[in-house]
């Protein structure tokens, strides 16, 4: 069983960055294609990025395309989220979490959550 935990949440003003990072222990996460996901008061968690386990391949919603970018560190079994140009609706709590199969767009084709992170940008 992997332990994921995140870090790095907090608040920000309108067009600020923040640097979210996941890390792991218990078991590699290197074979493994890792998510980032946000769930936002009174709405479902939705996904936001995703890394293959090389690293070769990305994923990103559309609502956060050209401003997050999703990196890995298998060395340190590590996941990171850099997000730019923030705005009032990227307010959620962010999680970390690996990929089971299927459909990588899909929260319930993950597992080993962690306890997410914190994100408040302030307009």
């Known amino acids: 069983q992997v332990q994921l935990v995140e870090s790095g949440g907090g608040l920000v003003q309108a067009g600020g960055s923040l640097r979210l990072s996941c890390a792991a222990s218990?078991?590699?996460?290197?074979?493994?294609?890792m998510g980032w996901f946000r769930q936002a008061p009174g709405k479902e968690r939705e996904f936001v990025a995703g890394i293959s386990a090389s690293g070769g391949f990305t994923h990103y919603a559309d609502s956060v395309k050209g401003r997050f970018t999703i990196s890995r560190d298998n060395a340190k079994n590590t996941v990171a989220l850099q997000m730019n140009s923030l705005k009032p609706e990227d307010t959620a709590v962010y999680y970390c979490?690996?990929?089971?199969?299927?459909?990588?767009?899909?929260?319930?084709?993950?597992?080993?959550w962690g306890q997410g992170t914190q994100v408040t940008v302030s307009s």
């Open positions: 979490t690996a990929h089971l199969g299927g459909s990588v767009y899909s929260s319930g084709t993950y597992d080993n």
């Open positions: 218990g078991r590699t996460i290197s074979t493994k294609y």
